[in-house]
C-alpha cells in the first residue's frame, strides 16, 4: 500500500493494493463526514487487480492526517457496533430464556445498535 | 429479533449503508473457514469421477470453530494446527443393493494422515514410522475443545456419492482454512442480506370506507382501523416492518396522493444464515473485527 502525494500536502490521492469496495467506500463515507475534507472520492483502475485509489482534498489540513483520523474514526464506530451488539445478543438471550417457558413466541423488541456520528 | 442456533435477523440502526454493505461483503467473503482442499484418492471405482468427487466434498460445511487454526501456506507443512484429515472408506459389496454414501461417512482422524508416502531413501527402515502426510505433532484429540466435540460434518445427511455393487471409495481428505473470496467453498454463511425499514406515510386522513379499502388491498394486513368515536374510523399504519413494498395500496385512481411508500435511510434489517460452523452472532462479531483490522492496516502503512 502506497501513497501518491504531490507538493502541495492537502491534497492527495492513496493507492491501496490488496483492498475493494469494502473498506473504500467505508472510508469515504467517514471522509465525508469530516468537515476539513473538501473532496473525496475512490476509484477502481482495474477490477482484476487489488487496487483501490482514494482522493482526499482538504481544507489546509495534510491529507494525510485526515485520512488516518477517518480511519480511527470508522475504527471506533466499529468497537461501538461491536459493543452494542453483544449487549443487545445478551438481552435477547435474556429475555428469551424467560420467554421459553411460555408458549407463545413473539417478535421480542428489537435488537438494535445506534450509532452517534 | 430472531436468534436461532443456525440463523438470525436483527435490526441496525443509525448506520450508514456504506457500513452495512461493508459488513455484508465481509461477511460473505472475508470471514475464514475450515474446508476441504485436498483429497487424496486412494482408490475410487465409483461412477463419479474423481475431481466431481473432490469438488462436492469441498463444499461440504464442517462444524469446527476456525478461529483455532491457522492458515497454511505454500511452504508449511500440514501439522495438526492447520489441518483436519477426515478419511472416507466405503464399500459396496457384489450382490448387495446400491448404497448412497451420506456426509456421515466422512470419519475424523485425530493423529493425522494414515496414507503413507513413498519415499525413495536409501535408508527407508531406519525411520521409526512411516512417512505420512502430514506431521502432526500431538494427536487434535488433545486440544481440549475437540475432546467433547468431535469435528465432524454440519450436516449428517449430505449425498456425497452413489454406488453400485461391487465399487469402492476410499480417499483422505485434508481440510484448511481459507476465506470465501478465494473460493466460495469458504463461506461461513449461506447467505447475508439486509433491507431497509419500509415507510408507510399516510398524507391525508384516510376514513371510513375508504379506510376500509385501504385495509383489505395490503396483502400483508399493514394497515388496521382505530375508531375516532363518532362511528368514524381512519386507518393507521400498524406494521410498517411487514410491508414488501409491493405498491399495492397505491394502485388505483387517487392513492398515489394519500399513500407514500419509502423506505427509512438509517434502518437496517439484516439477516444472517450460517451454515453451521459458528453461530451467527459470532460470526457478525467477528466481521466486525475484520474491518477493524482492515482500517488498523491502512493505519499503519500511512504512518
Known sequence: MEHGSFTDNSAATFSLTDEDHTIANTVRFTLNQDPRVTFCGYSIPHPSEARVNIRVQTTGDPAREVLKDACQNLMLMCRHVRCTFDKAVEDFKASNAVKAMKIDSQDSSGDDSEESE | ?303
Request: one cysteine or more; proline letters at 6%; glycine letters at 4%.
Open chain 2, 1 to 303: 429479533v430472531r436468534l436461532n442456533e443456525d440463523d438470525m435477523e436483527f435490526d441496525m440502526i443509525g448506520i450508514d449503508a456504506a457500513i452495512a454493505n461493508s459488513f455484508r461483503r465481509i461477511l460473505i467473503a472475508e470471514l475464514p473457514t475450515m474446508a476441504i482442499e485436498k483429497v487424496l484418492i486412494a482408490n475410487n471405482t465409483s461412477i463419479i469421477q474423481d475431481e466431481v468427487l473432490a469438488h462436492r466434498l469441498g463444499l461440504v460445511p464442517i462444524r469446527v470453530d476456525p478461529r483455532l487454526f491457522d492458515y497454511l501456506s505454500e511452504n508449511d507443512q500440514p501439522n495438526e494446527k492447520n489441518t483436519v484429515v477426515f478419511k472416507l472408506h466405503v464399500q459396496c459389496k457384489r450382490g448387495s443393493p446400491r448404497i448412497t454414501v451420506k456426509s456421515d461417512a466422512l470419519k475424523w482422524l485425530p493423529n493425522g494422515s494414515e496414507l503413507v508416502k513413498e519415499t525413495r531413501n536409501a535408508t527407508s527402515d531406519s525411520s521409526s514410522k512411516p512417512e505420512t502426510y502430514t506431521y502432526f505433532g500431538c494427536s487434535q484429540e488433545t486440544i481440549p475443545e475437540f475432546v467433547k466435540n468431535p469435528i465432524i460434518p454440519k450436516y449428517p445427511d449430505i449425498i456425497v456419492a452413489k454406488l453400485g455393487p461391487g465399487q469402492e471409495i476410499e480417499l483422505e481428505a485434508h481440510a484448511v482454512k481459507g476465506i470465501g473470496k478465494t473460493h466460495a467453498k469458504w463461506s461461513p454463511v449461506a447467505t447475508a442480506w439486509y433491507r431497509m425499514l419500509p415507510e408507510v406515510v399516510l398524507l391525508e386522513d384516510i376514513e371510513d370506507d375508504l379506510a376500509e379499502e385501504l385495509k383489505s388491498k395490503c396483502p400483508v394486513n399493514v394497515f388496521d382501523i382505530e375508531d375516532l368515536g363518532k362511528g368514524r374510523r381512519r386507518a393507521t399504519v400498524a406494521r410498517p416492518r411487514a410491508c414488501t413494498l409491493c405498491r399495492e395500496c397505491i394502485r388505483g385512481d387517487d392513492w398515489e396522493k394519500r399513500v407514500a411508500l419509502r423506505r427509512v435511510k438509517d434502518h437496517f434489517i439484516f439477516t444472517i444464515e450460517s451454515t453451521g460452523a459458528l453461530p451467527p452472532e459470532v460470526l457478525f462479531t467477528e466481521a466486525v473485527k475484520i474491518l477493524e483490522d482492515k482500517c488498523e492496516r491502512v493505519i499503519t502503512e500511512l504512518s
